[in-house]
């Protein structure tokens, strides 16, 4: 049952990227009607119907780097896990 609808799905979307067989990422932009989707491995986007449309731009390459940044420092400051866990436990 979940194969089948696997492959549905991606009769109409371009989960899965056509050069590294990698997981496409949906991005929404503002001035598009359809989300774009993102191979982070092959740095380029295509539309739903897997064609491709352009490369992922270095600005945008930063500014998600950024924004990973800012996450992996929220997490280790603010939740701190491992004290956490330790005090859970025991
Ligand atoms: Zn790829």
Excluded: H
């Excluded at 380029?44 to 500014?63: A, G, H, L, M």
């Excluded at 420092?73 to 004290?83: A, Q, R, S």
Aim: contains cysteine.
């Amino acid at each position: 049952m979940s194969v089948q609808i696997e492959v549905q799905i991606q009769k109409i979307m371009p989960l899965l990227c056509k050069e590294c067989n990698g997981r496409r990422f949906p991005i929404m932009f503002p001035e598009q009607r359809d989300a774009l989707w993102l191979c982070e491995k092959c740095k380029n986007f295509v539309d739903i119907k897997d064609e491709f449309v352009r490369e992922w731009t270095k600005e945008e390459i930063e500014e998600n780097q950024q924004k990973l940044e800012n996450f992996q420092k929220d997490v280790t400051t603010e939740k701190t896990p491992e004290i956490k866990r330790r005090s859970g436990v025991n």
